[in-house]
Nanobody, 127 residues
Framework: VQLQASGGGLVQAGDSLRLSCVGSGRPVNALPVGWFRQAPGKERELVVA????????RYRDSVSGRFTISRGNDVNTVFLQMNSLKPEDTAVYYC?????????????????????WGQGTLVTVSS
């Protein structure tokens, strides 16, 4: 599976962005997915993860209510809608997926759980 993330950019606090992640090689809509981010000098952290069957999600507390993960109508796209952006959201954002899953409703929250990663897209939020 190969992933391509896009949609990042420079915005002001309070603005919105929608990140896209397009997969190839295997339908991403049949796999668990996650969005992670990494700020300079910090570890990669979970933003949101979604189970294979879309029934369960896990959001980072600081983005809950502002960010929304969704799958596209095609088989290969995952989105991250980010509203009310804050300067502390500044980071490189990565989409990820894994080739197998424990059960359709299981949510994988750790970066080590994921097998495939996009190249990252930079989001910069100015105050």
């Amino acid at each position: 599976v190969q992933l391509q993330a896009s949609g990042g950019g420079l915005v002001q606090a309070g603005d919105s962005l929608r990140l896209s992640c397009v997969g190839s090689g295997r339908p991403v809509n049949a796999l668990p997915v996650g969005w992670f981010r990494q700020a300079p000098g910090k570890e990669r952290e979970l933003v949101v993860a979604m189970s294979r069957n879309n029934a369960n999600t896990r959001y980072r507390d600081s983005v809950s209510g502002r960010f929304t993960i969704s799958r596209g109508n095609d088989v290969n796209t995952v989105f991250l809608q980010m509203n009310s952006l804050k300067p502390e959201d500044t980071a490189v954002y990565y989409c990820a997926t894994k080739g197998s899953y424990r059960s359709p409703g299981y949510v994988y929250t750790g970066p080590m759980n994921y097998d495939y990663w996009g190249q990252g897209t930079l989001v910069t939020v100015s105050s």
